[in-house]
């Protein structure tokens, strides 16, 4: 009776194996991240075209009924209306709030600012690698359109800068009619960037 002995297998085996094992785990996570940011981009833009809608039937129903004196209570992610930069390409509903929800689907407006297209300084917030990306390439001088119920209100940039994020003082009040965009910088940073890129505009 011959007795066997199990030896481990070599390192080479064990270190291929190993190499395998390590594929598989960084294919299948891959994968799932790749699912997840398709989802959401694809929850976005469907929800960009919902947007659109509501948008469209608050105007109609402003003009059939005309305007009222009482302002219904806004909840997170209410449709306020759509910004329009031409000369950028960029278009996109604004929402109430800036929850992490909120901010996936639009651009949120910032509570304790006027809303959009009210008198005061408004201010607006957005993604830096979603709604607020081609923001990198807007000027001086550059035209923005903010879409409400009750019309559209023309701005031109006025200037663009960085800040530190405890900077507040860009959303303080305004006796003009004007609006702020606020994103995280720099666009490509990896993590929760360190700065806030600024774009002030004045309605024309």
Same mark, same amino acid.
């Given at each position: 009776?011959?007795?066997?002995i ?6 080479? %085996?064990?270190h ?11 294919f299948?996570t891959?994968?799932?991240a ?10 976005a833009?469907?929800?960009q075209?919902?947007a659109k809608?509501t948008?469209?039937?608050?105007i ?20 306020l ?9 960029m ?11 909120t %901010? ?10 006027? #809303? ?8 607006i917030a957005g993604?830096? !690698? ?6 990198r390439?807007i000027?001086?001088h ?6 409400t119920?009750t019309? &559209?209100?023309?701005?031109? &940039? !006025?200037?663009?800068?960085? &800040? ?6 860009? #959303?303080?009040?305004?006796?003009d009619?004007?609006l ?15 700065e ?7 309605r024309?």
């Amino acid at each position: 009776m011959s007795l066997r002995i199990h030896r481990p297998p070599p390192w080479g %085996l064990r270190h291929r194996r190993l190499v395998r094992w390590c594929r598989r785990v960084l294919f299948l996570t891959g994968t799932v991240a790749m699912g997840y940011v398709g989802l959401t981009l694809l929850e976005a833009r469907l929800y960009q075209a919902s947007a659109k809608h509501t948008l469209e039937a608050q105007i109609q129903t402003l003009k059939k009924t005309g305007p009222s004196q009482v302002r219904p209570p806004l909840n997170p992610g209410d449709v306020l209306g759509r910004i329009d930069i031409p000369r950028l390409g960029m278009s996109f509903a604004v929402l109430q709030g800036t929850g992490s929800r909120t %901010l996936r689907l639009g651009a949120g407006h910032i509570e304790g600012t006027p #809303l959009p297209g009210e008198p005061g300084n408004s201010g607006i917030a957005g993604h830096r !690698d979603t709604f607020f990306r081609e923001l990198r390439n807007i000027r001086e001088h550059d035209e923005i359109q903010l879409q409400t119920a009750t019309g &559209v209100t023309h701005y031109e &940039v !006025d200037w663009v800068k960085v &800040v530190q994020p405890e900077d507040v003082g860009v #959303l303080a009040p305004s006796t003009d009619s004007a609006l702020t965009l606020v994103s995280c910088y720099p666009f490509y940073f990896v993590g929760p960037a360190p700065e806030r890129f600024i774009v002030h505009a004045r309605r024309n």
